[in-house]
């Protein structure tokens, strides 16, 4: 079950707004632990109980080493922690890079990440212990975030977990967000999305150097829309049962460098690399050939996260390099340079990325690069590239515009102008909302095409 769908919309959401209504409060995380397991179950019901595993498996540890660690036995509490580590790793391991063919748990990688992160932190004395199963169950398998993040750490939400107020602001700022997010998936990815479609086919085939870029552009902008959409309705739902979670997104798009981009995408997995890899393994504290190793080792295993396809190591690896040569040469230069220079300069590096990204086979990649820098044997352009690009120019506008702060900065102008309470202001505002709604929705009703990038992750 997805967000975008009208099952959810219609259905199983209003069915858990209405249960969560009712329940006690100490009932509350029971009804979100049940009402989540039935939210994964409908897509993937046989790894419910490897979901369930997780849970029991890190609730156990985490129990294990608090105790341990109160007794003074370090030793043991180390035990506990490594099998918690290297089981969560085996299994993402196993579904993800195997090679056998099984299809692939659901947020696997989320989740994993998120039970081994708890029983880290419970080791650290970053956290306290959770003992109540039914509040960590909720937590593992909260439905908002459960099935592509962002990557809630237990931290972030421990004391929500079990203490936690629904305001009617929290209420209206979560379907704010929620229908932003709906209209960035339905409205925006989807549809720029079937044009990286058009052209991928052609890799090999009629693409032009001018087409190359066209489909890139449209996958850049449907990875975007799709993703930060998915992000901003997991938050904004998690705002309607009283959770905050972090952000995930910044206006990658409007980025300067690699190393500021990397701080505006996908924020919660570069945290998580931070925390849980390269700050124990030394960060920038033991010179720079250390340092150097650690950026390496973070972005290799960035990549092998994203799947078992030589791609994303390749992926991982181009923008480990790409850090790297920031931070030892020319990073210094590259922050004297005119703005528009190095906006240029992060937007070609990026879309470069996406092609590796986003094309598994090895020789495709070749030859869709060598297309994008003027080696296409089907010249610079052709007549269906003008065609497409006149088809979807409007859309390519609200892209363009859409991916970056300027909007939210325009309507905070106004409002400051017109005012905050301004009656016309808030009419307009909830008209907006209530037309990305229904246009979602009449879209859903007719829509073939609705993917969602991130689920095989």
Same mark, same amino acid.
């Given at each position: 079950?997805?967000?975008?769908?009208?099952?959810?919309?219609? !259905?199983?959401?209003?069915?858990?707004?209405?249960?969560?209504?009712?329940?006690?409060?100490?009932?509350?995380?029971?009804?979100?632990?049940?009402?989540?397991?039935?939210?994964?179950?409908?897509?993937?019901?046989?790894?419910?109980?490897?979901?369930?595993?997780?849970?029991?498996?890190?609730?156990?540890?985490?129990?294990?080493?608090?105790?341990? !660690?109160?007794?003074?036995?370090?030793?043991?509490?180390?035990?506990? !922690?490594?099998?918690?580590?290297?089981?969560?790793?085996?299994?993402?391991?196993?579904?993800?890079?195997?090679?056998?063919?099984?299809?692939?748990?659901?947020?696997?990688?989320?989740?994993?990440?998120?039970?081994?992160?708890?029983?880290?932190?419970?080791?650290?004395?970053?956290?306290?212990?959770?003992?109540?199963?039914?509040?960590?169950?909720?937590?593992?398998?909260?439905?908002?975030?459960?099935?592509?993040?962002?990557?809630?750490?237990?931290?972030?939400?421990? %004391?929500?977990?079990?203490?936690?107020?629904?305001?009617?602001?929290?209420?209206?700022?979560?379907?704010?967000?929620?229908?932003?997010?709906?209209?960035?998936?339905?409205?925006?990815?989807?549809?720029?999305?079937?044009?990286?479609?058009?052209?991928?086919?052609?890799?090999?085939?009629?693409?032009?150097?001018?087409?190359?870029?066209?489909?890139?552009?449209?996958?850049?902008?449907?990875?975007?829309?799709?993703?930060?959409?998915?992000?901003? $309705?997991?938050?904004?739902?998690?705002?309607?049962?009283?959770?905050?979670?972090?952000?995930?997104?910044?206006?990658?798009?409007?980025?300067?460098?690699?190393?500021?981009?990397?701080?505006?995408?996908? $924020?919660?997995?570069?945290?998580?690399?931070?925390?849980?890899?390269?700050?124990?393994?030394?960060?920038?504290?033991?010179?720079?050939?250390?340092?150097?190793?650690?950026?390496?080792?973070?972005?290799?295993?960035?990549?092998?996260?994203?799947?078992?396809? +030589?791609?994303?190591?390749?992926?991982?690896?181009?923008?480990?390099? +790409?850090?790297?040569?920031?931070?030892?040469?020319?990073?210094?230069?590259?922050?004297?340079?005119?703005?528009?220079?190095?906006?240029?300069?992060?937007? !070609?590096?990026?879309?470069?990325?996406?092609?590796?990204?986003?094309?598994?086979?090895? %020789? %495709?990649?070749?030859?869709?690069? %060598?297309?994008?820098?003027?080696?296409?044997?089907?010249?610079?352009?052709?007549?269906?590239?003008?065609?497409?690009?006149?088809?979807?120019?409007?859309?390519?506008?609200?892209?363009?515009?859409?991916?970056?702060?300027?909007?939210?900065?325009?309507?905070?102008?106004?409002?400051?102008?017109?005012?905050?309470?301004?009656?016309?202001?808030?009419?307009?505002?909830?008209?907006?909302?209530?037309?990305?709604?229904?246009?979602?929705?009449?879209?859903?009703?007719?829509?073939?095409?609705?993917?969602?990038?991130?689920?095989?992750?």
């Amino acid at each position: 079950m997805v967000f975008s769908s009208l099952l959810f919309l219609f !259905l199983f959401l209003p069915a858990v707004l209405l249960l969560y209504l009712i329940a006690p409060k100490k009932g509350k995380n029971l009804v979100l632990f049940f009402m989540s397991l039935i939210f994964y179950a409908w897509g993937e019901p046989i790894y419910i109980t490897l979901m369930l595993f997780s849970t029991v498996l890190d609730y156990t540890n985490g129990i294990l080493v608090d105790k341990f !660690l109160n007794e003074g036995k370090k030793k043991p509490a180390q035990i506990a !922690l490594l099998v918690s580590i290297v089981v969560n790793l085996g299994l993402l391991g196993f579904f993800k890079y195997s090679g056998l063919d099984l299809p692939l748990p659901i947020g696997i990688s989320f989740y994993t990440f998120q039970t081994m992160s708890y029983t880290i932190d419970v080791y650290r004395r970053k956290v306290e212990v959770q003992k109540n199963i039914i509040d960590f169950g909720t937590y593992v398998t909260l439905f908002p975030q459960l099935i592509a993040g962002p990557i809630v750490r237990y931290e972030t939400v421990a %004391k929500e977990l079990s203490h936690r107020t629904v305001t009617n602001g929290m209420i209206a700022e979560g379907i704010r967000q929620f229908l932003m997010g709906l209209g960035k998936k339905v409205l925006l990815a989807n549809q720029i999305g079937s044009l990286w479609e058009h052209y991928q086919v052609q890799i090999g085939g009629e693409l032009s150097v001018f087409g190359a870029w066209i489909g890139m552009s449209a996958f850049a902008f449907q990875i975007y829309f799709d993703f930060s959409g998915y992000s901003d $309705m997991a938050i904004g739902l998690g705002k309607l049962f009283g959770f905050h979670f972090p952000e995930n997104f910044h206006y990658p798009y409007e980025a300067t460098s690699m190393t500021d981009f990397w701080r505006r995408w996908h $924020m919660t997995l570069g945290t998580w690399f931070r925390e849980y890899v390269y700050i124990p393994l030394g960060g920038n504290r033991q010179g720079i050939k250390k340092q150097i190793r650690n950026i390496a080792i973070v972005w290799l295993l960035t990549g092998i996260w994203h799947g078992a396809s +030589l791609n994303f190591m390749y992926w991982g690896i181009y923008f480990g390099v +790409l850090l790297i040569l920031e931070k030892l040469f020319y990073g210094n230069y590259l922050e004297k340079a005119p703005k528009v220079i190095r906006h240029l300069y992060g937007i !070609l590096l990026i879309w470069i990325g996406w092609a590796i990204f986003a094309i598994e086979d090895e %020789k %495709k990649i070749g030859i869709f690069l %060598k297309s994008m820098f003027g080696r296409s044997d089907n010249g610079w352009f052709t007549q269906n590239d003008f065609y497409q690009l006149i088809s979807y120019g409007m859309l390519f506008v609200l892209l363009i515009i859409g991916c970056t702060s300027y909007p939210k900065k325009a309507w905070q102008w106004i409002k400051r102008k017109v005012g905050e309470d301004s009656n016309i202001l808030f009419l307009v505002e909830q008209v907006f909302f209530v037309l990305v709604f229904v246009l979602s929705v009449a879209y859903l009703v007719d829509a073939t095409y609705n993917p969602f990038l991130y689920f095989r992750f």
